[in-house]
């Protein structure tokens, strides 16, 4: 049982640099999120989907590109790495509670964990 | 003010402790309820949703008072494996808010 998949687990970037931090799923989720965790702060919404074609802002979208051309994929961009983009990051997916036995939990990766130098 | 908030902790607490922790939500719409647990440097995973009824899952109870507003777990005959941080999630929609968490520190 795959879940959902990020890719890298790791990975040091120099300040200016542009990456993508890659996440599938294969729950066929129409929700996608990706969360940034910073000690003290919990976790921040960045950006969320709620279907192919749809994406959202979070609390935290600055500096973040995001796209949903697939139910399964929700690549998560950063276009010019910052020192403040140090964290470490999920994604995360659900269905929505909308629909009997269907109980809302989210599914989240196992993080990536991001340092700009 | 927080959308979600929780008391950080740390909660240190001897093992076989009964040990409770609340969380207070501010936006009246809300409409599911969540306690998830966290690791060190692990992905949250979903411990209990919580009802209005309160539930119940082995040593772990829920509840939720919509009048007030707040969520609590209650974990009794605490383990040193229930050393964690506890996130408390409120769902609006598709959109879930996350508090801050609560630590949880069982010591022999």
């Known amino acids: 049982n795959a879940g959902v998949t990020q890719t890298p687990k790791f990975q040091v970037l120099k300040t200016g640099q542009s990456m993508t931090l890659q996440c599938a799923q294969d729950?066929?989720?129409?929700?996608m999120s990706w969360y940034r965790q910073d000690p003290g702060m919990g976790l921040r919404l960045i950006h969320y989907s709620v279907g192919a074609g749809i994406t959202d802002q979070g609390e935290v979208p600055n500096g973040y590109n995001v796209s949903r051309s697939t139910t399964e994929d929700f690549p998560l961009r950063l276009l010019s790495a910052a020192p403040s983009q140090t964290s470490v990051y999920f994604c995360?997916?659900?269905?929505?509670?909308?629909?009997?036995?269907?109980?809302?939990?989210?599914?989240f990766g196992e993080g990536s964990r991001l340092t700009v130098l | 003010r927080k959308e979600v908030e929780q008391d950080p902790g740390p909660f240190n607490v001897p093992e076989g402790a009964t040990v409770a922790f609340n969380c207070t939500y501010s936006n009246s719409a809300s409409q599911s309820f969540f306690w998830y647990r966290q690791d060190c440097r692990k992905e949250p995973k979903l411990l209990m949703s919580v009802y209005s009824s309160g539930n119940e899952d082995g040593r772990f109870t829920a509840q939720l008072n919509r009048a007030s507003q707040y969520i609590s777990l209650l974990i009794r005959d605490s383990k040193l494996s229930d050393s964690a941080t506890y996130l408390c999630?409120?769902?609006?929609?598709?959109?879930?808010?996350f508090g801050r968490g609560t630590s949880l520190i069982v010591h022999p």
């Open positions: 729950m066929n989720h129409e929700y």
């Open positions: 999630v409120v769902n609006r929609g598709y959109i879930p808010t």
């Open positions: 995360a997916s659900s269905y929505p509670r909308r629909e009997r036995g269907n109980t809302g939990e989210l599914f």
